[in-house]
């Protein structure tokens, strides 16, 4: 009972506070300015002119947010879009295969084995490249498969802007080929990758291995900083990257490009065989 | 004479806020520039160089990179930075930031003309979205020069 009214009494209250605010609210309502004095007045207009100044300043604030958001929106999207565009696989033609036609083999190319083979096997490569590296000796076994049924051409493709020694090594090989050893240069350069792709002074490192394979290093060193070796090497670069080339190694079987390079050995001999079985 | 005090301040302003649309857009080519370069570098992508067969060269040298983080992405932070003090400035007016910008793009055009040097004397090579990069650091120091000057004359 005693709960009951508690309750009662508690109702009244909050309905007694209802009327009073109405009755507030509703006087507030009916003030004119003419009934306010001066005092009263003034405050009123500092109150709506303050508020005024709230709503502007938020605005602004509103604002500026708006122009830096949008800042760096334009930044986030140029930088996105370049990162799309520069991508090597976002390239226009969606089969490169097809696209991709080698330059013909000519007798100004370096080449080994038997020049009337059925087979002509075209590697564009970069000493530096560990890849290249790793498909040497796979490379090495398939000429000894093959023997006189395969013609090999080793093309430069020095990948200058990630390898500091790319040009230097291909530089080598070249001046080694003026002496008639560009295959001694080839394989000592893959074999000993490791030794002198990190090497500041390659140049001179260059001219050590040019005396180890027996080269006279007085001309072997000549050939090496003469400008026209590098002329050539950025001949052939140049000459593969308007292929479309992409990347290290890259092999032509008479003239096709092998855009997924062969897993491993019997892999690449299978793909020959293939080749040699359909002429 | 009464006449000319108000024209002279009002063309006084729209130089200003055209030279504050220069700064910036000097400084969003910049951006673009080295995002490009940026992006070559960690991507391993071969830039075309149509100038000369400097590119390659310049950047694969030692130089290319300070403290293993390519230069181009140092350039890249600067030109933001340009940015964010030219809209900051823009909204607030504040006669630090022009002092600021004359400061940062000294500095830019002092490492600007090293990297020149450095391709001159030493790679004996270009890069044209290098020399592009050096071109605007230099531009951007006399548009920032401007801007001080007249913000505390």
């Known amino acids: 009972m005693k709960s009951i009214s508690v309750l009662i009494n508690k109702i009244f209250r909050l309905f007694g506070y209802l009327l009073k605010f109405i009755s507030n609210s509703a006087t507030i309502g009916l003030m004119d300015d003419q009934h306010l004095t001066k005092d009263e007045k003034k405050k009123l207009r500092q109150q709506e002119w303050q508020q005024q100044l709230d709503a502007e300043s938020k605005k602004k604030l509103r604002n500026r947010i708006l122009t830096w958001g949008i800042g760096a929106l334009i930044l986030v999207f140029a930088v996105w879009f370049l990162a799309v565009v520069m991508n090597p696989s976002n390239t226009p033609s969606t089969n490169p295969t097809a696209t991709i036609k080698m330059p013909p083999v000519t007798s100004s190319d370096i080449q080994t084995g038997n020049p009337n083979a ?24 398939i000429q000894q498969a093959f023997g006189s049924k395969l013609r090999f051409v080793y093309r430069f493709f020095p990948l200058v802007t990630i390898h500091q020694n790319a040009l230097v090594s291909a530089e080598a090989a070249y001046a080694a080929n003026k002496q008639g050893k560009f295959w001694q240069m080839h394989d000592y350069l893959f074999e000993h990758q490791q030794d002198w792709s990190s090497d500041q002074n390659a140049r001179d490192t260059m001219v050590k291995y040019a005396g180890t394979l027996g080269l006279n290093q007085d001309t072997f060193q000549k050939d090496l900083n003469d400008p026209a070796t590098e002329k050539a090497i950025k001949a052939s670069m140049d000459s593969a990257l308007a292929i479309n080339l992409q990347g290290t190694p890259s092999f032509f079987i008479n003239g096709t490009f092998i855009s997924t390079n062969p897993n491993g050995y019997d892999d690449f001999k299978a793909l020959l065989q293939a080749k040699l079985n359909n002429q | 004479m009464m006449i000319s005090k108000p024209f002279y301040r009002l063309s006084l302003t729209i130089n200003k806020l055209t030279l504050l649309i220069i700064l910036a857009f000097l400084a969003f080519v910049g951006f673009l520039d080295s995002v490009y370069l940026t992006i070559a570098h960690y991507k391993d ?45 823009f ?34 090579a270009f890069c044209q979205y290098c020399l592009l990069s050096e071109l605007i650091d230099f531009l951007l120091f006399d548009c920032a020069w401007w801007l001080w000057r007249r913000t505390n004359s």
Not at chain 1, 122 to 135: I, M, R
Not at chain 2, 47 to 56: F, I, M, R, S
């Open chain 2, 45 to 89: 992508l071969t830039v075309p160089c149509t100038l000369a067969h400097g590119c390659e060269i310049v950047l694969t040298s030692k130089y290319a990179t300070f403290l293993g983080v390519p230069i181009a992405l140092f350039g890249a932070g600067f030109y933001v930075v340009c940015l964010a003090l030219l809209l900051l400035y």
């Open chain 2, 91 to 124: 909204q607030s007016n504040k006669n630090i930031l022009p002092t600021i910008l004359l400061g940062l793009t000294t500095i830019a055009l002092g490492i600007g003309i090293y990297l020149v040097y450095l391709q001159a004397a030493v790679l004996h």
């Open chain 1, 118 to 141: 059925p087979l002509t096997l075209v590697e564009y490569a970069d000493f530096q490249c560990p890849s290249c590296g790793a498909y040497y000796p796979i490379v090495k076994q």
